[in-house]
């Protein structure tokens, strides 16, 4: 128990010292809004990552159309804001956006999760393209040209709270009963069945888990950035998030937030590079898959329950 | 006193052309330790996929006896039939291999342990009393099978005849009233043959359940079960104790006629 506290602790104050040392960069003018798009982004990007990592790394199901469940965040939010331009209203748009999210994610899960193999990946790839496209020809979404001046409901703060509370709440779940059992679907679906775990339901639930956070980074982009375009969520929107989790590890929350970061910043260094920006970016890619094939951090996880019990581990 | 646990009628099972189980009927009463033996590919490991659903049926039925009265398991889903009570390991083993031995056994327990959404999400006190609680029981039964030493590990660096041993504590967690046992000694020497043949029948006697074992070894089970079924080209071609069973001409003849 005290470890669990102890390190529980540790990670409130990585939480709080990350806000702090942002919060004093930003007093001392040394963040403009160039460099706070990026933090920003790389939050954003984190949230989606995190929740396809427990799509794809822990319940082993592939997923390829992510950014259809935060387009439904991001147009919720668009669009409920312009009446309801609020705090109150921002975050009543998030949780519309959340349960249509978890709606979508039911009516696509359900059929093609009861089959083994990678129905979900194609079925996903077609719900995002279906969501998308009904965006683009809808009069309350304003069609292919998007919303504009949306309002400014979420600061750098509010994305850096809700990146500290989806992680917590993906990780806590990762190690608790329903993670373990989303894993052994992962490991053996037939053993875990024998086994008496219901399989096609913990696929359903870290799936719908995944679109819910899905839509709370689409929320948050589109209060942040305050323009949104169907455009913004096609299939390569998804595959940039897929690119973040493989890169950093699939099955590795803690490479999620390394490869996010990591590929936020080379991202914004090579805007400068023009076009030669998408070549290094690729090549940067492809080395790493040569090199690393297991992403970056592979499945290791960084933790301060292990730090704290190193030496003191008694074998008998 | 006996009484029944499960009925299996006239059970068939065909692969194309190939009858794997033919007009197969077993019964299983309340703690009773049964041997279920035959030559390869008699049709042993696809009796076991039957009754635990993992293959479906041609034709035949299964009745599972429980507290609330006859239940019938054909067309139930393997994990509907595991929550019913009925446990198994596999003649491959089965394990999750990357994660820790721990870690299988809590898994099998996840339908005894009810930990809400959002208890283990925001981490509520609950979370911790019900996580001990899974980690005691996960941990005796552990003991039992001589796995303490190796509960962190991940399953996958475990010598052969442990994950073995593994299989058989995952199931048990799940609580069955009936455990399907697939060849637990395959790979094992002779002494540690006998030595996990004890154990089996030590458990089946403290956990009060029915075990039905996969032999291949004829002599082993004989000592240990108090009734036999020898399955020969996917039909029963004897049942008894295991003395009528060693006087059985038919099985004398099949069987043991060539040692
Ligand atoms: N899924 C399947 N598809 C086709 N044939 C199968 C299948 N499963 C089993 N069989 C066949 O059914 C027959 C019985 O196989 P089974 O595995 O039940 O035998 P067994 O008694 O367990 O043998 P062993 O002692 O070798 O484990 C074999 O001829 C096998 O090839
Ligand atoms: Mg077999």
């Given at each position: 128990m005290k470890v669990t506290l102890k390190s529980n602790l540790a990670w409130v104050g990585v939480m709080l010292f990350g806000f702090i040392i942002i919060d004093a960069l930003e007093f001392a003018g040394l963040i403009n809004t160039f460099i706070e798009n990026m933090l920003v982004t790389i939050g954003i990007n984190v949230i989606l990552a995190v929740g396809l990592n427990l799509i794809i790394g822990f319940a082993g199901q592939f997923s390829l159309g992510h950014a259809g469940f935060m387009a439904i965040g991001a147009y919720a939010t668009g669009i409920m804001t312009q009446t309801m331009s609020t705090p109150l209203g921002f975050y009543i748009s998030m949780v519309v956006g959340m349960v249509i999210a978890v709606i979508a994610a039911v009516i696509v899960g359900v059929p093609t999760l009861r089959l083994r193999g990678d129905y979900l990946a194609i079925a996903t790839m077609g719900a995002a393209e279906i969501i998308r496209i009904v965006i683009n020809n809808l009069k309350i979404t304003n069609g292919a040209a998007g919303l504009f001046n949306?309002?400014?409901?979420?600061?750098w703060v509010t994305v850096y709270v809700l990146m500290c509370l989806t992680t917590i709440v993906t990780v806590n779940f990762i190690h608790s009963r329903g993670g373990r059992a989303v894993m052994a679907v992962r490991e053996d679906e037939l053993a875990a069945g024998a086994m008496g775990i219901n399989t096609t339901r913990w696929k359903l639930a870290a799936f719908v888990f995944g679109a819910a956070t899905a839509a709370i980074g689409g929320s948050l982009h589109a209060a942040y950035i305050q323009t949104i375009a169907p455009?913004?969520?096609n299939i390569m929107a998804s595959i940039a998030i897929l690119i973040i989790v493989v890169l950093g590890g699939v099955g590795s929350i803690t490479g999620t937030f390394v490869a996010a970061v990591v590929l936020g910043a080379l991202d914004t260094i090579l805007q400068n590079f023009g076009t030669v920006r998408m070549i290094i970016y690729s090549l940067a890619l492809i080395l790493i898959m040569i090199f690393k094939p297991a992403g970056l951090l592979g499945t290791w996880e960084f933790s301060f329950r292990r730090w704290l019990t190193k030496g003191a581990v008694t074998h008998d | 006193m006996t009484s029944r646990l499960l009925d299996a009628q006239e059970l068939v099972k065909s692969f194309g052309g190939l009858t794997?189980?033919?007009?197969v009927s077993v019964h299983f009463d309340r703690n009773e330790l049964v041997g279920l033996i035959g030559p390869n590919g008699a049709g042993k490991t696809t009796l076991f996929n039957l009754l635990t659903g993992e293959t479906p049926l041609t034709s035949g039925s299964i009745s599972l006896y429980t507290d609330q009265g006859v239940q019938t398991l054909n067309g139930k889903k393997p994990a509907q039939i595991a929550q019913a009570g009925i446990s198994r390991t596999f003649q491959n083993i089965r394990l999750f291999k990357d994660l820790s031995v721990l870690d299988n056994v809590k898994i099998a327990m996840t339908n005894h342990y009810q930990e809400g959404f959002l208890t283990s999400v925001f981490r509520l006190p609950k979370f911790y009393q019900t996580e001990a609680a899974m980690a005691q029981a996960a941990h005796e039964l552990l003991k039992i099978f001589d796995l303490t030493a190796v509960a962190d590990q991940p399953a996958r660096n475990l010598p052969y005849g442990t994950q073995r041993r593994l299989e058989i504590v995952r199931a048990l967690a799940t609580k069955p009233s009936l455990l399907f046992l697939d060849e637990p000694a395959a790979g094992m020497n002779p002494e540690e043959t006998a030595d996990l043949t004890q154990l089996i029948r030590q458990i089946q006697r403290d956990f009060h359940i029915t075990v039905v074992l996969i032999e291949h070894d004829m002599s082993l089970v004989m000592n240990v079960v108090e009734r036999l079924y020898v399955l020969e080209h996917g039909g029963l071609l004897a049942s008894g104790t295991p003395d009528e069973i060693q006087r059985d001409p038919a099985v004398i003849k099949a069987y043991l006629g060539g040692a």
């Open positions: 949306i309002p400014a409901l979420a600061s455009g913004d969520f | 794997a189980v033919a007009n």
